[in-house]
């Protein structure tokens, strides 16, 4: 049975300035996608310039910290906002939806597509490769956080939390997530997008292989308290916003070889 390590979710502390683990991650994930991104312009295919590339990030983290956010509070913890409406904009009590950051991303794709003249897709077959790196960083705040534990479980590498209700070894599900959604998910797109594909087809497979990755985790992974299971006794949440992501993309996937083909 491991013990979690007890780290001070502050990184760094200046009289009342507070620096959180969690903040840094979301920098690194930023700063990894910009680097990345400025390689990937190199491509011959690159929908932008590498001048481009610095633009394009500023409108990437409004989507993702405005749709985060909102995300978590339409999708995960909407009677708190109809109670308190401004806590919408108390971000630092915490709650942040991948799925919310993902319409949020989508958004800003759209947005800046049109002041570059750039079609969306192009731009988000661009974008998709860059985006695990930043999930596994995220990952890893949660861990330090000690926070989106998993269920409680007999298996070699289970973890107690101080922050869980009792004192049950759990699944180390924010490590699964890491592994999957960071590291796994960045190898294949990387991978995928290294040669020119049809267009749709690296959007697409990012879509199936994140929504697979979640859904699963998901099984070993603690509801979040408020809600709970929403069926079956299995059901959550994260499962029923990630299966929309399978079967857009394998639509996606579909639409761009059969495209390819014709």
Same mark, same amino acid.
């Given at each position: ?53 610095? $633009? %394009?990030?500023?409108?990437? =983290? ?25 806590? %919408? ?38 974008? =998709? ?24 479980? $007999? ?10 209700? $009792? ?56 509801? $979040? ?35 390819? =083909?014709?």
């Amino acid at each position: 049975m491991l013990q979690h390590p007890q780290i001070d979710p502050v990184a760094i502390a200046i009289g009342p300035l507070k620096i959180h683990w969690y903040g840094l991650t979301y920098l690194v994930g930023f700063l990894a996608g910009w680097w990345l991104g400025r390689i990937r312009t190199r491509k011959p295919w690159s929908p932008i310039n590498e001048e481009q590339m610095g $633009d %394009l990030l500023f409108y990437l =983290a409004l989507g993702v910290i405005l749709g985060g956010r909102m995300g978590y509070v339409l999708f995960y913890n909407f009677d708190n906002f109809l109670a308190d409406p401004l806590w %919408l904009f108390r971000v630092w009590e915490g709650g942040m939806s991948f799925h919310g950051g993902l319409l949020g991303v989508m958004f800003a794709m759209w947005w800046y597509g049109r002041k570059v003249d750039c079609g969306f897709w192009r731009l988000a077959d661009f974008v =998709a490769p860059l985006v695990p790196i930043g999930l596994g960083a995220g990952r890893i705040g949660n861990f330090i956080n000690g926070e989106l534990w998993g269920k409680p479980t $007999d298996v070699a590498w289970g973890m107690v939390f101080r922050t869980a209700p $009792d004192s049950l070894p759990r699944h180390p599900s924010q490590l699964y997530q890491f592994a999957l959604e960071g590291v796994a998910l960045f190898v294949i797109l990387w991978w995928f997008s290294s040669r020119e594909r049809p267009r749709m087809a690296v959007s697409g497979l990012f879509l199936i292989c994140y929504g697979v990755f979640r859904f699963l985790v998901e099984f070993v992974r603690q509801p $979040d308290a408020q809600l709970g299971y929403l069926a079956f006794g299995w059901l959550t949440m994260g499962q029923v916003l990630s299966f929309p992501m399978i079967v857009a993309g394998a639509a996606l996937m579909f639409i761009a070889y059969r495209r390819k =083909a014709e």
